[in-house]
């Protein structure tokens, strides 16, 4: 669906957004490089695609406060929560009292009891180990009729294939599972750091699909100079967190499924990293990251 008409500098051309702007501007930085500059509508905007441009722009604080726009207004209260309130002193309590109160190591430990019933999800995978037939006969008689349905498209073939790899993953994190908290035995928080093929398989998931693929939008809050451009002030910043994790000069095969890929490595997913951020990085990132 097109409803949106950009400008990309500097050459002024005009163009059609989708409802996927993650994907269009991956697209437009095939041709306009890891920094080009566009206007959305009235408003000036910069979009950032590549690792080195991600740790120079995050890590500046003349980035500290989001874009407000009319749907930030909508949804957040007038843009005052901590996730869109301007940076200052009330966004520097508010994140304090999420640091102190929602994620500190005290909060962490009350919390615990509950998610430990969470974690038994260890007992749901061996069922699925169990019955990948039935499974796989849950999903063909499920098959929509309704023509916009990828299933629909798929054969019996495709899906028994789609199956094999992801049952494979899933054997393999069971087997790890069995190995090192021990058969018929629950998953303890404990376990989890020891639990490496089921962390690469969980960073992977980060990769290829992250939940905010691009970054809740910032502003600079002065005109400044990243990678070599000046950016004016209230200029709007997003990083393509999707895009970067899909490109072949930072990621082998990146559209393949390979938790190998952060086994044998330091890369994790907290802001250290900047070729995968599914949880932003600097002083606007995720506020749960440790
Ligand atoms: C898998 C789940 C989540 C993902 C992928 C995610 C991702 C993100 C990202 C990408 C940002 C923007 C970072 C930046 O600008 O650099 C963000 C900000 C934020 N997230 Fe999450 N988040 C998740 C879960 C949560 C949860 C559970 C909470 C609260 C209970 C939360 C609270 C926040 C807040 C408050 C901010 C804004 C921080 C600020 O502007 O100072 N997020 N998150």
């Known amino acids: 669906m097109h409803h949106l008409v950009l400008k990309v500098g500097p050459y002024s051309v005009t163009f ?9 501007f991956f697209h437009l930085a095939k041709t306009h ?23 120079e722009y995050l ?9 407000i726009t ?15 309130g301007p940076y200052g002193a009330r966004w520097r309590l508010l994140r304090k009292i ?7 190591a005290r909060a962490i430990e009350l919390l615990q009891p509950g998610r430990a019933q969470k974690i038994g999800g260890k007992e749901e995978l061996r069922r699925y180990k169990e019955q990948p037939v039935r499974f796989l006969d849950f999903l063909l008689d499920n098959k929509s009729d309704k023509e916009e349905d990828v299933l629909k498209q798929l054969s019996k073939f495709d899906i028994k294939g789609l199956l094999a790899i992801s049952l494979a993953f899933t054997l393999e994190v069971l087997a790890e599972l069995d190995d090192v908290v021990g058969k018929n ?24 699909h992250p939940g905010v693929p691009l970054n809740i939008p910032r ?18 910043v997003f990083v393509n967190i999707w895009g970067i994790t ?15 890929r952060f086994i044998g490595n330091d890369m994790d997913v907290k802001g250290q990293n900047f070729e995968i951020l599914p949880f932003g990085a600097g002083r606007r990132s995720y506020v749960g990251m440790p």
């Open 16 to 24: 059609y957004i989708s409802d996927r702007l993650h994907e269009d």
């Open 33 to 55: 490089g890891p920094l080009f500059s566009l206007c959305l509508g009235q408003k000036p905007a910069i979009v950032i695609s590549s690792p080195e441009v991600a740790r």
């Open 59 to 67: 890590t500046s604080s003349k980035f500290s406060s989001r874009a």
């Open 70 to 84: 009319e749907v930030a207004r909508y949804l957040a209260f007038d843009a005052s929560t901590v996730v869109f």
């Open 98 to 104: 999420m640091n102190t109160e929602v994620f500190s």
């Open 185 to 208: 035995k629950f998953v303890e928080e404990t376990d989890i750091p020891k639990l490496i093929y089921f962390q690469a398989v969980i960073k992977e998931v980060f990769r290829l």
């Open 219 to 236: 502003s600079s809050d002065e005109p400044c100079d990243i990678y070599g451009y000046h950016v004016p002030k209230n200029t709007i």
């Open 246 to 260: 899909r490109d072949p000069k930072i990621w082998t095969d990146p559209y393949v499924f390979k938790p190998e």
